[in-house]
């Protein structure tokens, strides 16, 4: 039987892989139908014109045992008829009595009066005239009758019925007959194109479902058929196809790793350089700040001014390390179900309470609420304060910011737009890096912080951004 061999050492019956098809739509059930069919009308067509040639010669057969029979019995009687000789002409009668499917038999003279029969009651009586023409059918009986003529003087009239009951039961035997040649080659056909149909569809079933282990991420499968046809071919095909599928795999997945590892160290080189840009400038002040106290001369107010540069540097120190651990800490999304407006509601009226926020026209506009979205109700807080608050420090001057929340079939778009400063160009493409930032005393992380939280719940940010315009951030969630 064909199997598949797996790289895992399975080995798994193909007939277990295939799906449910309906029996009707098969191949088998196609094939044996068509063969069952081509044998039903031909077989048909070639049994009914043997049978009708076949009755036809039977039917010919009688009518000429007929009319010879008739003909012996006219000549027969034709001298006793004329020397009046009943005996002679009743043992005529007798003689044509006992031939195969004689059922009656008379002789009678001029007149119509019977002379001689098989059936001896008849005797002595008229017969009708005999109709013109010389056969005559009647129900399960075939009549003749032959004029006895004497130097061209009609001298008496023989009369033969024989019955076609055993021509009728001969005709439905050959008929019944080929009845049961067309059934048998039927049932022969059917068999054969089964039998058939499922050699070669075991074969098709075994790719199937080798087909399906490659869809399912299996590349080591590969097929063993037996066939040496065009099926066989198409395994052949099949298995060079997943060596092939296989290699390929591998050298993308050596590469994508290779290509993974320089990213990451990559990616430290630059948040090592990042974070020590961050800190270099409040370090180097904390450092000078440190120098000048060690002074002993000295004097209050510097003293002064360098304690304040300290608690300051110190405190930004300490606001970018805690920024940054949030950042290297983010846990993982637990995603619920639940409304989302509510939660923009939240946020927007602390954003509204911030004093940065004294300028700004905070407005929440939700198309069908309460809308519910799959999310972490902590994270999806800090995205959207992460993003406001941005929107927020975009306009100094004061401004609107208009939060949107839509539901378009199985998703929940949520944007965040403002009429402020908008992004720089170059600043766009590398906006959502951690340390990129724009604003003099910002660390550049929220946008990265939101960024790895949105892309726990599957989606990412998308921004459009014009200078002096102002800026639209957007995400979306699913629906549920
Ligand atoms: N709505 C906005 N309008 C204009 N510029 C924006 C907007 N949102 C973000 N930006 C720009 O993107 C930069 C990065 O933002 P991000 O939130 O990541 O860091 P940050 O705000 O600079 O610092 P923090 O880590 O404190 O949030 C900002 O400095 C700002 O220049
Ligand atoms: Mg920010």
């Not at 009708?52 to 003909?71: M, V």
């Not at 009678?108 to 098989?118: E, F, M």
């Not at 997945?253 to 948040?271: F, M």
Request: aromatic residues 4%; hydrophobic residues 45%; contains cysteine.
């Amino acid at each position: 039987m064909s199997v598949i061999e797996l790289d895992r050492g399975q080995t798994v019956a193909a007939e277990q892989q295939s799906p449910r098809l309906s029996f009707f739509r098969t191949l088998r059930f196609r094939l044996v139908l068509s063969v069952a069919l081509v044998h039903a009308v031909l077989m048909g067509a070639f049994v009914w014109s043997a049978v009708n040639k076949q009755s036809e010669a039977i039917r010919a057969e009688l009518h000429n045992r007929a009319h010879s029979l008739i003909t012996l019995m006219a000549v027969a009687s034709t001298n006793a008829l004329l020397a009046e000789d009943l005996g002679s002409l009743a043992e005529v009668t007798e003689r044509v009595k006992q031939q195969p499917d004689v059922t009656e038999g008379a002789i009678v003279d001029v007149r119509g009066d019977v002379l001689a029969s098989t059936d001896p009651h008849q005797v002595g009586h008229r017969l009708p005239a005999p109709p013109d023409g010389v056969v005559v059918h009647r129900r399960n009986r075939l009549r003749l009758h032959e004029q006895i003529r004497v130097a061209g003087q009609r001298v008496g009239t023989v009369f033969l019925e024989m019955s076609t009951r055993h021509l009728k039961s001969e005709l439905a035997a050959t008929r019944n007959e080929g009845l049961l040649f067309i059934l048998l080659a039927l049932v022969v056909g059917s068999v054969a194109a089964w039998v058939l149909s499922v050699l070669i569809t075991r074969n098709l079933y075994t790719l199937m479902a080798a087909v399906r282990k490659i869809g399912g991420g299996n590349l080591g499968v590969r097929v063993e058929l037996q066939a040496r046809d065009e099926v066989g071919l198409l395994g052949g095909a099949f298995n060079a196809m997943a060596e092939s599928l296989q290699r390929i795999s591998e050298q993308v997945r050596s590469e994508h790793e290779k290509r993974t590892d320089a990213e990451r160290l990559a990616c430290v080189g630059e948040l090592s350089a990042s974070i020590a840009h961050e800190i270099r400038n409040p370090l180097s002040a904390v450092i000078n700040s440190v120098k000048l106290l060690d002074r002993a001369n000295l004097p209050v107010s510097d003293r002064a001014q360098a304690i304040a540069i300290l608690n300051t540097e110190s405190l930004r120190l300490q606001r970018i390390l805690n920024d940054f651990l949030d950042f290297a800490r983010i846990r993982e999304s637990r995603l619920l179900e639940d409304d989302v407006c509510a939660l923009i509601e939240e946020v927007a009226s602390l954003i509204r309470q911030n004093p940065q926020a004294a300028a700004v026209r905070v407005e929440v506009e939700c198309d069908a609420c309460p809308c519910r979205a799959r999310h972490d109700p902590d994270h999806l807080r800090q995205v959207l304060w992460n993003l406001m608050l941005n929107a927020v420090q975009a306009m100094p001057e004061g401004g609107n910011l208009h939060v949107r929340v839509e539901r378009a079939g199985r998703i929940v778009r949520i944007s965040i737009a403002d009429n402020g400063c908008g992004i720089p160009d170059h600043l766009l493409d590398k906006i959502v890096r951690p340390f990129v930032t724009g604003r003099k005393h910002g660390t550049g992380l929220g946008l990265s912080i939101a960024q790895r939280i949105l892309m726990q719940h599957g989606t990412s940010l998308s921004i459009v951004s014009h200078v002096n315009v102002g800026t639209e951030i957007s995400f979306d969630l699913e629906a549920v």
